[in-house]
């Protein structure tokens, strides 16, 4: 199974949890809350593998899985 790296942070000036990869070519999305956020990954990323040509499967959907997530924090001082 291939592994991609998604990366997504809180943008707390427009209130909204950011997600973009460096692995999968034109992900960029976003929404209010991180529940939110995985579920439209969940689709955007299959159609994006798929569309990139990333991988031959057209039943992406079911092959992607969310299977960790990390966060960052920054604290300004």
């Known amino acids: 199974m291939e592994k991609y790296i998604i990366d997504a942070f809180w943008d707390y000036e427009a209130q909204v949890w950011i997600a973009t990869s460096n692995d999968i070519l034109g992900l960029v999305t976003e929404a209010e809350n991180i529940d939110i956020l995985i579920q439209k990954l969940r689709v955007i990323v299959a159609e994006l593998l798929v569309l990139n040509h990333q991988v031959k499967n057209n039943n ?14 920054f604290i300004d001082n």
């Open 60 to 73: 992406t959907q079911k092959l992607c899985k969310i299977s960790r997530i990390l966060f960052n924090i």
